[in-house]
């Protein structure tokens, strides 16, 4: 394997560090549905599992420097229902398990004024940011 070395990147007109696209780029993401559960698209992501209704754990190719308090994941979720208005959300699952340095763990849920239940969404995306091990 050859190793390349470079201390700027430069497109033409702008040049930056390379430690500023290193430090700063996303370090995995995963679009799926957890309803199937399949993984859409993928960066390093090894595999998604299907914990309980509500709940799964994205599983990391290549593990994160410092486990669960050196990374944080940005989330979204889509379930449209086409006779109510109503709020999901996907976040981190913390109530009984470990976020570890190779999974991210998380809980999607929806509320409206009258109802709230964990779901298994069509559409979730979870980004990780910080540091690979």
């Not at 486990?67 to 050196?70: I, L, Q, S, V, Y």
């Not at 999974?103 to 999607?108: I, L, M, R, T």
């Given at each position: 394997m050859s190793t390349l070395e470079v201390s700027n990147l430069n497109d033409g007109t702008t040049t930056v560090a390379t430690t500023f696209v290193t430090g700063g780029s996303?370090?995995?993401y995963c679009l799926f549905n957890q309803s199937?559960?399949?993984i859409n698209k993928s960066l390093n992501t090894s595999s998604l599992t299907d914990t309980s209704a509500g709940k799964g754990q994205i599983n990391w190719t290549n593990a994160m420097s410092g486990?669960?308090?050196?990374y944080s994941c940005v989330t979204s979720t889509l379930n449209v229902h086409a006779s109510d208005a109503y709020v999901a959300s996907l976040t981190s699952d913390r109530s009984n398990v470990t976020i570890t340095a190779s999974?991210?763990?998380?809980?999607?849920a929806y509320a409206n004024a009258s109802t709230?239940?964990?779901f298994d969404p069509l559409?979730?995306?979870a980004t990780a940011?910080?540091?690979l091990a």
């Open positions: 996303a370090k995995g199937t559960p399949a486990g669960e308090t050196a999974s991210w763990s998380f809980v999607s709230a239940a964990l559409h979730a995306m940011h910080g540091d």
